[in-house]
Structure formats: C-alpha cells, structure tokens
C-alpha cells in the first residue's frame, strides 16, 4: 500500500486504490459498532496503516479523513508524534488549507494535550527515550506550525479550512481543551487523562501569535472565520494568564470602538448593533478588567442604556458587561435601567433581567432595588397581595394583566428557561421571602409540575442548597408534595429532584417519603426512572430497619433479640 499522485484534481499526492480501499472499510466497521476490547485493538491497527500510507495523503482521502478524525482523539503518545508532523508540512498548500486534512489536523492538534497528560511515569529506560523522542517530535510539529501561521496570519484566519486550523492551535498553546471535538465512535470511551502538561515552549508561541494578531487586527475583523479566531484568541489568553491579553483586548477595542467627542454618538453603540463587530465587542468584554469596563461603561454606555437594552443585537454586549462588572458600575446600570425594566422584557430580551439580576446577587446592598424593580416590571410589585402571584408571572416571564382577566390568584403555566433563572437568582438573595411566599401559594399539583419541568426543576434545586432559604420554610414546602412522590419519581426531572429532597430530608421526612413510595412499589418497578430511584432511597433496607426500630420502641422487653438484626443490616 502506498501513495500516489494526482488526488481529486489538486495536485497532491493521493491514496493508492488499495489504501483508499483499506480506510473505506474501516470505516464501514467503525460505523457498524466496536465494543470497547475491539477498538482497542481496532485502532492501534489502522493508526499504525495511516502512518505507514502517510498522514498526509490519508487525511486528504474522504474515508481516511473521516477514520483518522475517529481514532485520533485515542491515539498514544508515541502514534500522535508520527502523525502530526506530516500534517503541518506545507502550510495552507498542504493538510491545513484542505476542507478534510484542515479538520484532521485539528483533531490531531486537540491530541496534543491529552497525550502529554496521559503520559506514564515509571517505564522502562528505553520507553522513556521513546516517549521523550515523540514529545520532541510533538514540540516541533506545533512550533512549525505556529511559525507558518504566525509568518502569514491573516491569510489562515481567513481561510476557509485553515481558521479551523488557527482555532484549534489557540487552544493547544494555552493549553485550554478544545471546543466541538468529534465524538468517539459506538461503544468508546474517552481516555481519561492525568491532566494537561504544557510544554514550556508553548506560552512563548501563544504570546508570538497574539502580537501577529494584533498587527494585523483590521485585516482580521472579517470574514466570520477570522472574527472567531480573534475570539478564541482572546479566550484562550484570558484563561491561560498571558500579558499578551489586555494589550489585544485594549487594541480590539480602540479598532471598534475608538473614543469620541462626549456628545458624540457612542462609537460602542455602534459596534454592539453591528452583526459582525458585536461578538468581538462581547468577548473583548468579556476579558476586560474591571477598570477598562468601568470606562467603557461610563464613557459609552451610561445614559444610552435603554436603547442598547431593547436592541436586539446590542442586548447582549450590555449582558456580557453586566456578567464581568465590579459593583459600583451594577449599581449605576440598576440606578439608570431598573425604572425601565419592562421595555426589553417587551420587546423579548428577558436575557437583560436575568443578567442585571445575577450581576446584584453577590452584592446584597443592590439586591432590594432590584427586586422591587423587578417586580414592578412584572405588575406585582404593588398592591402587596399580587405578590402572592410573582412566581407563575416571573417563571412564564409574563406581566400582570397582559392576559384578560389576570387576577391576583397564584397560578403556574409554562416554566420559560430565562423565568427558571430569575427565580433561581432571587432564592439566592438574602430575603428570598417574596419568592419563597409564591411557591408556598402555588398548590401541591403545581409544585409538582414545578419539579417535573427541566427548567423549573433548577428553581428546586435553588429552593433545596440556597443557604438565604429558611429550614423552616424548606419543610413547609416539602410537606406540599406529599402525595406526589410517586409522580416525582417516575420522571426524569422530577427523580433527580426526589433525589435532592431525600438527601436533605430528616429521619421523619424520609420515613413519610418511604411509605408512600412503598405502596407504589409495583410502579416503580415498572418505570426506568423510579427502579433508580428505588435504588438510590435504598427503599427496601429503609423501610426494614423503619419496622425493627418501631418493633424496639413498641417492646423493650424485646430489644436483645430484635437488635441483632437492625446491626446486621
């Protein structure tokens, strides 16, 4: 088997039949289904026939590509240091600038980490030198390959195929997992890594890389592949500690959103209603110190706050800012757009509230405004007894009177996922009280339909670990769905709440839990949610040792003979 020229017009070299034939039906088996004993001796085989046919050519063939994408992310140490190298030779003519070689080599790039983590301690001397000759091997593919991207950056960052290439090297110089990787085939499992060990040659590339970026930071603002280069580039240097993150993230925004006459229109409000320079402005955002947002907020942002909250692109950079903003600039945000809070909740962007509202969480001077404007963008905020009625209106994120005939009864429909929010932030708060007062007026059957829904079964994972949530308070909303154990138990969502009582409950708690599930056990059984469930409240053994200790207490004349059996258990 070998390789030949002329592949699929481009000029390369390509598969000898025998060989495309070879990875077709590797293919054909991966796609039927290996146990996990069969892949691994499945894929050391093939890797080994990739190597020997030649990375290359193998990851520009359709059935080779898609083989090599499969096995890769299994591959050891000393198979990683063969293929690689072959795959950055070249640059954009070679496997980085093809639509399949590009996406093998980001696999194979995705590899590195793992297997420099999976890497043993201990071998023989001479495995040693082998592992260290492929960690070698490894350290050189990448610095080649971080030097062709580096000499020509733009070009890579815009191309098609090689901006999966820029991406994913990103991610392996600041040594931070890979995002999308392919999944393994049927019945594999992931290897599990000792953790990543970063060469020390890779921060000084990373940060080689960032200047090229921020050299040619205009030529990188479009097309949307390069754009996402940019992001993943600030990312990655955000998360791996570099120095070479602010200056990037300071350049970026100079570039789209340079400072302005102050009655000037904001050059920030403009980027953030821009579709392509938007993201940017968000992960830059998103990366930017407290002392540069709290000047962006100030310089740009402050008093244009309405309609940068009601547009439907701008929306979101106000979020990413309310996600990264030390306190003084929340409290200005909630001082400016609390009173308004009912126009981007209107026009559709109930993301703006649960931002703002998880922003105030860990600073409780903020937390009483902004529930009391909360609530009086909902219409429940006065007269006091519409309060009872807060959690059905915030968790379906709709406002009192927008239905003929709301009256002040509390009542659940449909749990939205950015209303799940909203109530999980304000059980968070130090007076969760309002809240707490809601869920207490709905009635047992909505509680229940609260936790079998997979957005409201968060709001009672909220209720269950908030610490600001009174035990009292917990219990008396527990007692309510007795009744409907067995409900909870035979669902997906509702077992995984049943779960989180349990393992809060008292001894008493439990107990009523346990009898009532008891003389459901039939169903239970029947059900794949409730056998877990059985499984996991140890309902048999409870209820055994329940009978022995109610035995003791009934006869203490008796409690030699029955002792023995309630230790053995």
């Given amino acids: 088997m070998g390789v030949r020229r002329g592949e699929r017009g481009r000029g390369g070299p390509g598969l000898e039949p025998d060989t495309a034939g070879y990875f077709r039906r590797a293919l054909e088996t991966l796609q039927e289904g290996l146990s996990p004993e069969e892949l691994a001796l499945f894929a050391p085989n093939v890797l080994a026939e990739a190597v020997t046919a030649g990375p290359g050519p193998a990851a520009l063939d359709p ?8 096995l890769l992310p299994r591959a050891p140490l000393e198979v990683l240091g063969r293929v690689l190298p072959p795959l950055v030779v070249g640059g954009l003519r070679g ?13 194979a790039l995705a590899r590195v980490l793992p297997a420099l983590g999976e890497a043993t301690a201990g071998r023989e001397e001479e495995e040693e030198e082998e592992e260290e000759e492929a960690v070698g091997r490894l350290e050189e593919a990448v610095g080649r390959l971080t030097a062709e991207v580096t000499g020509d950056a733009v070009a890579f960052a815009r191309h098609p195929a090689g901006s999966f290439v820029v991406r994913a090297l990103l991610r392996v110089l600041g040594g931070t997992p890979g995002a999308g990787s392919p999944q393994l085939p049927p019945g594999a499992a992931e290897p599990k890594a000792k953790g990543p060990a970063l060469p020390p040659s890779f921060p000084p590339l990373l940060g080689q890389l960032a200047e090229a970026f921020e050299e040619h930071l205009s030529s990188l603002l479009s097309p949307a592949g390069a754009s996402l280069c940019l992001q993943v580039a600030l990312e990655v240097l955000h998360r791996s500690q570099s120095p070479a993150c602010s200056r990037l993230c300071d350049a970026l925004i100079g570039q789209l959103a340079p400072p302005g006459p102050a009655s000037a229109e904001s050059a920030l409000v403009r980027g953030l209603q821009d579709p392509e320079r938007s993201r940017l402005l968000e992960a830059a955002m998103t990366v ?9 907020f100030r310089r740009e942002l402050k008093g244009r706050l309405r309609g940068v909250a009601t547009h439907r692109l701008a929306n979101h950079g106000l979020q990413r800012l309310l996600d990264h903003a030390p306190a003084d600039v929340v409290g200005e945000v909630l001082s400016e757009l609390g009173p308004a809070l009912a126009e981007p909740l209107a026009r559709g962007h109930p993301g703006v509230l649960t931002a703002l509202l998880g922003a105030c969480r860990p600073h409780p001077h903020l937390q009483q405004e902004a529930l009391c404007r909360l609530l009086q ?7 006091r007894e519409r309060r009872r009625a807060c959690v059905g209106l915030l968790a379906g994120l709709r406002p009192f009177g927008d ?5 002040t009864e509390p009542s659940l429909g449909a749990v939205t996922l950015h209303g799940s929010l909203l109530l999980q932030h304000l059980l968070h708060f130090r007076d969760p009280g ?5 869920l207490q007026a709905l009635p047992p059957p909505a509680l229940a339909a609260l936790a079998r829904s997979p957005p409201g079964s968060r709001v009672w994972d909220a209720v269950l670990s908030s610490p600001a949530v009174p035990a009292r308070a917990r219990r008396r909303l527990l007692r309510k769905l007795k009744g409907h154990f067995l409900s909870l138990a035979c669902h997906r969502n509702g077992s995984r709440v049943l779960d989180a009582v349990w393992a ?3 001894v008493p708690a439990r107990a009523a839990i346990a009898e009532e599930l008891a003389s459901q056990r039939e169903a239970l059984q029947r059900d794949p949610h409730g056998r877990g ?8 053994l409870f209820l055994r040792r329940r009978r022995l200790w109610e035995r003791l207490q009934a006869a203490p004349d008796r409690r030699r003979g029955l002792l023995g059996p309630l230790l053995e258990d």
Avoid: K, Y
Avoid at 95 to 107: C, D, K, S, Y
Avoid at 403 to 407: P, Q, R
Avoid at 533 to 540: F, P, Y
């Fill in 63 to 70: 059935g080779g590509s898609r083989v090599l994408r499969a």
């Fill in 95 to 107: 496997p980085a600038g093809h639509p399949t070689g590009a996406r093998v080599l980001e696999v």
């Fill in 288 to 296: 930017a110190g407290p002392r540069r947002l709290r000047d962006l």
């Fill in 377 to 383: 963008a909902f219409g429940c905020w006065e007269p």
């Fill in 403 to 407: 239905e003929e005939g709301a009256e």
């Fill in 434 to 438: 309002p809240v707490l007062g809601g």
């Fill in 504 to 506: 809060s409950a008292s």
């Fill in 533 to 540: 469930v059985a499984r996991t409240l140890s309902l048999d």
